[in-house]
């Protein structure tokens, strides 16, 4: 069985990243984001609360965000492993991890903050389905539209730059300690992520020691 988390800025390729890990080791990948995304879609009681908090360009409280990944692999579907991305995000998150689960390695998608503008304020969300699109790397055939439903393509309520700012700001004051704490015991694996996507997910099997793609 292997148990991996990915921690990286915004736009670093989490998910990504995370899915290719996953389809490859027939491990099950679990999206913290994906998860509220979904409670928001589906107008939910949860789905009402972060989307304020996304608005307003937070980051989800330890509370919800411990309850919501408690929820999700107290189903015991991943007979294989796991593969967690978007959680944990504070000292304490990773100090509840550590206490519930035996991790085999967590990697660092590192990205500089010029890199993670570029990317998320290039990012669109399908109104209707849900798709994600990058307007630098991964443009709909039509411009403004869903190439899967044709739904209108939107900009992510989070995705402003008074938003994003204080999301960076946030991020850089938690993850390092974050990466301290998994790093005493030898976990972490920092891969640059600016490369394509191939190369990265290359580099990080490289450095976990599994099979390469």
Known sequence: MRKYVIIGAIGSGK???SG???????IVHISVG???????KNHTKLGAQVRRIMAAGDLVGDDLAESVVRERLDQHDWNYGFVVDGF????RQTEFFLESYDIDGVIHLDLPDEEVRRRVLGRRLC???????NLIADRPTEEGRCDVCGGELV????????????RLRDYHGKTDPILELFGRKEYVVTVDARPGIDEVQRTLREKLRLPLP
């Open 88 to 91: 944990p995000r504070s000292r």
């Open 155 to 166: 900009t992510r309520e989070d995705d402003t730059e008074d938003a994003l700012a204080g």
């Open 127 to 133: 109104s209707r389905c849900g798709m994600d699109y």
């Open 20 to 26: 290719l890990l996953a389809r490859d080791l027939d």
């Open 15 to 17: 998910g990504t990243q």
């Open 34 to 40: 994906d998860i509220f995304r979904w409670h928001v």
